[in-house]
């Protein structure tokens, strides 16, 4: 799912408010689970939709087996009216269940308490009869509002299960590791203009009649790869597509009529950013989908949804005019990379609890910039993922009080929705950039396809992946595992600290406060990390070597770096491969200053906005003198560099804030002129 596009500090607030949730103590309740007596194996859905009415009535029959002698059949179910239940054993017998079920409005739980045990193993039919409402709170099976193509307004019919809405469209085992094949049939009235599609191709569809002489059309689709219930997805809608038909496998963007001029550029994008994921990964999509469509919603409660083979967009983020700005065509590119990001990591590989939910929008948040990188090098994503994700979101999001962990248990429905948070997204996508740079990109990359490959239509936990990429590989003696554990399972993050003793640089770490450094200073019980160092001296100038050069280890004071001795300066952490913060002693601050502010420095840009924001982030926390940090900063005044600018942009809107009430303000004022005056 990508989230939608919000200014900083609301977003923030949705995180803490988050955060109330998952940490209180209901939010690990374990009844919130199904405790999988049974699970099943295929599932065929039939769903009569009604376009005038905006209800619907469905069968849901699942083949299911059972794992245990039990007496009770659990599973999920929310806002249906359930109207029959029946299950057939081996031997042709069916029972009439109705009467026993019990539905459990808190837990959504729907229990069916059975005269006789199911005996493990075998394999039984359950038919449950119920009927719903198309709701108007953009989950579940939801109708969003459209306009004909004569202006009148219309409603279209379509879902958003992710993470727990499946169970308003049917009942069925809602959790995402429980994969089973879907074949799905939907009937709908309004036959003439309405039609259905799904995540799978039609196998036929056919206009009906009924008593009414309405008419009503018949849809049938093919069956679906085994795959989690909140990534099933249907559309009854009165939309046109436009179609590229330049390979063989069929690939459209659905839309209301008069808009269908603005699905062309995510046509052809599209196409691209999927092609550039399978070669990425060297898994062909259609090996387990046959077709991609792409869909706008109006009405949508994320910025999109990664239904596999059958993704929905709000329509800020699908439909483009010829005369969008860069940043809109940029919005429309990196939302469309996330979903088909999600199509491996995510829909062919999935979460075995939402806990992992950092192995779905991690990824996804990383091959947002990496994957649009590919098609669009001149937009240099890989470089604003520096300043935009990790220095302007998740360094912001990961100091908060009682933030959490990427991997974080929480049961509750309300519980899993906050899990969508600045850590499950910018902060995960973050350390899996710094996974990629320990390791090396190809090796990572190598990884990766061995994770999509062994872990296909099955689920994965954070320790599968690590061991997968980790391969085996130690560093000083130490795991691959162990280096990633504090970064997966606790929060925050490190700055490190940087002084010349003699002919060595010496580093130290401890966890970075924003607030209350003071107090921190003299609290060690704070998380260490273990921090892969690399650098570049003014004898050594390589920007292009992120590799780690060495460890600061968790149980270790202090790395030394021993160099020549006539280096003023270091810039520790290349490229802000690695997710922390460096200060340095005031002295390095001021060689780095004089180097930034001297004719012939060559320091990488996305350094240059690392130094520019490490330096007024420690002036913010009185680490630095101001002085000192806004003297570096005066080499904006010859700067012409985008992502540079990027990242001072937000450090002077945050002075602007700070001061545009006081005594001070007309000398930033000059001061933020004068740094913008000489470009
Ligand atoms: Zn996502």
Known sequence: MAGILIPLLVSLTFASLARGDAASPQANDPKYRLPLEAVPMEYNLY??????????????????????????????????TINSVHMTNSTNQTQDLIKTIVLDDKYEILTINLPEKIVKNEKYVLTIEYNGTLNDQLRGFYRSSSTKKDGTPTYVAATHFEPTGARLAFPCWDEPAIKAPFKIFVINSKAKE???????????????????????????????????????????????YTEDKSKEMQFRVWTKPQSINQTRYALRLGRQLLEAMEAYTAIKFSNYMPKMDQVSLRNFSAGAMENWGLVTYRESALLTEDNDTVAQRMRVTTVIAHEFAHQYFGNLVSPQWWTYIWLNEGFADYFEYFLTHKVKPEWRL?????????????????????????????????????????????????????????????????????????????????????????????????????????????????????????????????????????????????????????????????????????????????????????????????????????????????????????????????????????????????????????????????????????ASFRHLQFLHNLLRTSEYYTMFQVHACLLHDKN
Do not use: C
Request: proline share 4%; no cysteine; hydrophobic share 35%.
């Open 382 to 646: 890989d470089e604003l993922f520096v300043v935009n994700n990790i220095q302007g979101v998740s360094f912001a999001a990961d100091v908060l009080e009682n933030q959490r962990p990427m991997n974080h248990e929480v049961n509750t429905p309300q519980g899993i929705s906050n899990l969508f948070d600045n850590i499950a997204y910018q902060k995960s996508g973050s350390v899996i950039r710094m996974m990629s740079h320990i390791l090396g990109e190809e090796d990572f990359q190598k990884s990766l396809n061995r994770y999509l490959t062994s872990n296909q239509l099955k689920a994965a936990n954070s320790n599968i992946l690590l061991r997968q990429l980790g391969n085996g590989r130690n560093y000083s003696g130490v795991s691959f595992e162990e280096i990633m554990d504090n970064w997966v399972n606790k929060p925050g993050y490190p700055v490190v600290t940087v002084k010349k003793v003699n002919n060595t640089f010496e580093l130290q770490q401890q966890q970075f406060r924003l607030y209350e450094p003071t107090i921190y200073v003299t609290n060690n019980n704070k998380t260490k990390w273990w921090v892969p160092v690399s650098y570049v001296t003014s004898k050594n100038m390589s920007f292009n070597n992120t590799h780690p050069r060495g460890w600061l280890a968790p149980n270790k004071e202090k790395l030394v770096i021993p160099v020549s001795g006539e280096e003023e300066w270091i810039i520790v952490n290349v490229k802000q491969a690695g997710y922390y913060r460096v200060n340095y002693e005031p002295a390095i601050w001021e060689s780095l200053s004089k180097l930034l502010n001297s004719k012939n420095y060559d320091v990488h840009p996305t350094n240059r906005a690392q130094l520019i924001d490490d330096a007024l982030t420690m002036a913010r926390i009185n680490w630095l003198d101001y002085k000192i940090a806004l003297e570096l900063m005066t080499f904006l005044t010859r700067e012409r560099d985008y992502v540079v600018w990027q």
């Open 47 to 80: 769903l009569t939709v009604n376009m005038d009415s905006y209800t619907f009535s469905g069968i849901m029959q699942a083949t299911i087996t059972a794992t245990n002698d039990s007496r009770t059949i659990t599973l999920n179910s929310k806002n249906l």
């Open 194 to 240: 309405y039609r259905a599609i799904s995540n799978m191709n039609e196998i036929k569809s056919k206009l009906l009649s009924n008593t009414t002489e309405d008419t009503w059309r018949f849809t049938e689709f093919e069956v679906t790869p085994p795959m989690s219930t909140y990534l099933v997805a249907f559309v009854v809608s009165d939309y046109e």
